[in-house]
């Protein structure tokens, strides 16, 4: 069973900054990939970014310039720094690590922070 804890929500004015932690109970390289998904009230979760294994990273188009997800693997920790936030960015963030048994995916997840943007 993986633990996934994050950190680092909270409520900022937009054009402001926040920076997510997700720390996980192993090696970031025993998951094919690491990821942010948020979800806002009434909307389904959806992808913001991910990191792979390789370092390889990924991240929705509205994010793009504004947020940097990165890691520390002696620390086993995910990052997401988010800048120049806007209202839209609100909802609750969750930490995702996908692993693969058998070519069949495994999602697991932290419980959540909440982010929430002021205009």
């Known amino acids: 069973q993986v633990q996934l804890v994050e950190s680092g929500g909270g409520l900022v004015q937009a054009g402001g900054s926040l920076r997510l932690s997700c720390v996980a109970s192993?090696?970031?390289?025993?998951?094919?990939?690491m990821g942010w998904y948020r979800q806002a009230p009434g909307k389904l979760r959806e992808l913001v970014a991910t990191i792979t294994s390789g370092g390889f990273t990924n991240y929705v188009d509205s994010v793009k310039g504004r947020f940097t997800i990165s890691r520390d693997i002696v620390k086993n920790t995910v990052f997401l720094q988010m800048n120049s936030l806007k209202p839209e960015d609100t909802g609750v963030y969750y930490c995702n690590a996908r692993a693969a048994r058998l070519g069949v995916p495994i999602d697991s997840w932290g419980q959540g922070t909440q982010v929430t943007v002021s205009s």
């Open positions: 192993r090696s970031v390289f025993s998951f094919n990939s």
